[in-house]
């Protein structure tokens, strides 16, 4: 997909990943939306990259309908939507369950990527096309037992690109996922002294960002992506598990 003029929505947009995906997607000379729920870091970005920012709670089925609706009216249409928002959980599922923190995680972390693709796809359509990429997680490929809730949504987050994908593309849609290690950004505060401390490197958010534009760009569908660091992003390969291409090896 050639980028030049294209409609980009980014959610999640006002800091970290969704910031850094968006400064690539402008560098690509997008048109960019920006929306998150953090009024004054996402107008700061929406500035830096000449952009537009609307103020939406990805968890809210009709707040993803009336940001895409406010996307194609302000900027004429939609090519390519990133499903970026996400948050940690805070909780796990035994004495340390919290109901609010646990419907807040998947609210954001996997409602926010269903309601958003299901607002999305009348308006990709209507171009004759597009793409969808949503960021899961490393956590979406193996398990992270520090969250098991953020697991949890991560991998459902693949599954559902890896399902969506093949089923989207006689839409000429494409849906694929993001899978980062920890990567800078405000999810991995609360561990960035321990990942130090392990010798663990932070992804530069930038990293990421290059990666989803080259997702979108390469334009496959049904697929994972991780990105670690010290490795090139690429594909991850499911062993002897049926894709959107034929039996694949792990990476």
Known sequence: ???????????????????????????????LALADIDEKGGRDVADRVDGIFINCDVS????????VDE?????????VVH??????????????????LYRRAMGVNLDGVVFGAHAALPALRARG????????????LTPMPLDPI????????????????????????????????????????????DL????????PAEAVGAAVVRIVREGGTGEAWFVQAGREPDRFRFRNVPGPRPLEAEA
């Open 1 to 31: 997909m050639d980028l030049r003029d294209k409609v980009v929505l980014v959610t999640g947009a006002a800091s970290g990943l969704g910031r850094a995906t968006a400064q690539a997607f402008a560098e690509e000379g997008a048109q």
């Open 60 to 67: 809210s089925l009709e707040a993803n309908r009336a940001l």
């Open 71 to 79: 996307v194609v009216e302000r900027l004429g249409g939609l090519d």
């Open 83 to 100: 499903l970026n928002a996400g948050v940690s959980t805070g909780c796990g599922v035994g004495d340390d369950f919290d109901l609010e």
């Open 129 to 140: 096309g597009g793409a969808i990429v949503a960021t899961a997680s490393l956590a979406g």
């Open 150 to 193: 953020y697991t949890a949504n991560k991998h459902a987050v693949v599954g559902l690109a890896r399902a969506l994908g093949p089923a989207l593309a006689e839409q000429n849609v494409t849906f694929n996922a993001v899978c980062p290690g920890f990567a800078d950004s405000r999810i991995v505060d609360a561990w960035r002294g």
């Open 196 to 203: 130090a401390a392990a010798g663990i490197p932070l992804i």
